[in-house]
T-cell receptor, first 109, second 113 residues
Framework: GIQVEQSPPDLILQEGANSTLRCNFS?????LQWFHQNPWGQLINLFY???GTKQNGRLSATTVATERYSLLYISSSQTTDSGVYFC???????????FGPGTSLSVIP | NAGVTQTPKFRILKIGQSMTLQCTQD?????MYWYRQDPGMGLKLIYY???????DKGEVPNGYNVSRSTTEDFPLRLELAAPSQTSVYFC????????????FGDGTRLSIL
C-alpha cells in the first residue's frame, strides 16, 4: 500500500520563528489534507490541497503531486500552534484516506 | 449546526464485553469514516462508507463492524473487546462533491481492562 512519511518527527521552535513541515507519499493520490491536532486531541482541518498552493493567515501549504510531496509552512509561530500536524492522502475516488505519522510541534515563549 | 457528534466521550470496558460507538452528522455528508489513534501515533482507517447501505474496510478492520442505515448515522461495533482495542476513536464525514475536507468529531477515548 501507499506509504506516507512526515518530517521532522519532532520540532521545537521559539515563538516568532518560521518552520516548514514536509509530507512525502509513495504513489499517486487523489487529494491531500493537512490537519492540526491540538493538545486537547481535537483534529482541525487546515488545508485541502491536492495540488498547488494555498494560504490561510500565517499558514500556507504547497503540494507538488507529480513529485509526491507537500509542504506546510508556518510563519511567526505562536504557542497556540503547538500540537501534532498530520498530512493525510486520499487514494481512491471514494477518498479512502491514509494518515502520515505526524510532526509534533512545540512552540515555546 | 452540530457537525459530527460522537458518543460517548469516554468509556471503560472489560475484556470480552461489547459496545457500540455512536457517530452522527447533520451536514448531509455522503462519506463517513472511522479511525483509531493509538498513543503517539497517526490515525488508522477502520471502516468507511460512501453512502447509506454501503460500507468498506479500511486498514485495520479486524474486531470491528459497522452499518450505515441512514445518511446521518455510522455506528462502530466492538463485539469482543480486547486490550489491543484501547485507543481513541474518531469519526469523520465529508460531502460527496467538490474539493471538501473531512470534518472530525471530538473522539471517543476507550480503555479495555
Amino acid at each position: 500500500g501507499i506509504q506516507v512519511e512526515q518530517s521532522p518527527p519532532d520540532l521545537i521552535l521559539q515563538e516568532g520563528a518560521n518552520s516548514t513541515l514536509r509530507c512525502n507519499f509513495s504513489d499517486s493520490v487523489n487529494n491531500l489534507q493537512w490537519f492540526h491536532q491540538n493538545p486537547w486531541g481535537q483534529l482541525i482541518n487546515l488545508f485541502y490541497i491536492p495540488s498547488g498552493t494555498k494560504q490561510n493567515g500565517r499558514l500556507s501549504a504547497t503540494t507538488v503531486a507529480t513529485e509526491r510531496y507537500s509542504l506546510l509552512y508556518i510563519s511567526s509561530s505562536q504557542t497556540t500552534d503547538s500540537g501534532v500536524y498530520f498530512c493525510a492522502v486520499g487514494i481512491t475516488s471514494y477518498d479512502k484516506v491514509i494518515f502520515g505519522p505526524g510532526t509534533s510541534l512545540s512552540v515555546i515563549p | 449546526n452540530a457537525g459530527v457528534t460522537q458518543t460517548p466521550k469516554f468509556r471503560i470496558l472489560k475484556i470480552g464485553q461489547s459496545m457500540t460507538l455512536q457517530c452522527t452528522q447533520d451536514m448531509n455528508h455522503n462519506y463517513m469514516y472511522w479511525y483509531r489513534q493509538d498513543p503517539g501515533m497517526g490515525l488508522k482507517l477502520i471502516y468507511y462508507s460512501v453512502g447509506a447501505g454501503i460500507t468498506d474496510k479500511g486498514e485495520v478492520p479486524n474486531g470491528y463492524n459497522v452499518s450505515r442505515s441512514t445518511t446521518e448515522d455510522f455506528p462502530l461495533r466492538l463485539e469482543l473487546a480486547a486490550p489491543s482495542q484501547t485507543s481513541v476513536y474518531f469519526c469523520a464525514s465529508r460531502p460527496l462533491t467538490g474539493n471538501q475536507p473531512q470534518h472530525f468529531g471530538d473522539g471517543t477515548r476507550l480503555s479495555i481492562l
